[in-house]
């Protein structure tokens, strides 16, 4: 069994930051590329950002105004990923996801999700 756990979400002011962290755990031989995604109410999920095996650890962002105001990142040692937001803004208000691609044991690679976490921008 895989799980995602995500954490650090919460309620914010508008221009305030939040950092997400995701972290993996189970039976895991590999942790391929880890993402986010959001879903805001009324609107289907959206993908955020994304970032590549440790081995370079290449990062993708959805569009320009979320490479500027957010930051992927990854420990491979903790099999974690971070989603740094900074300038939040009400339009960013959603919960948030956070998917892996694993290989597992049995050499079968998969996606996996976490169970969402709600962030809310708001005064």
């Known amino acids: 069994q895989v799980q995602l756990v995500e954490s650090g979400g919460g309620l914010v002011q508008p221009g305030g930051s939040l950092r997400l962290s995701c972290t993996a755990s189970?039976?895991?031989?590999?942790?391929?590329?880890m993402g986010w995604y959001r879903q805001a109410p009324g609107k289907q999920r959206e993908w955020v950002a994304s970032?590549?095996?440790?081995?370079?650890?290449?990062?993708?962002y959805a569009d320009d105004s979320m490479k500027g105001r957010f930051t992927i990142s990854r420990d491979s040692t903790k099999n974690t990923v971070y989603l740094q937001m900074l300038n939040l803004k009400p339009e960013d208000t959603a919960v948030f996801y956070c998917?892996?691609?694993?290989?597992?044991?049995?050499?079968?690679?998969?996606?996996?999700w976490g169970q969402g976490i709600q962030v809310t921008v708001s005064s």
């Open positions: 998917n892996a691609d694993i290989t597992t044991p049995d050499l079968a690679l998969r996606g996996y």
């Open positions: 189970g039976s895991i031989t590999r942790i391929n590329a």
């Open positions: 970032i590549t095996h440790p081995n370079g650890g290449t990062t993708y």
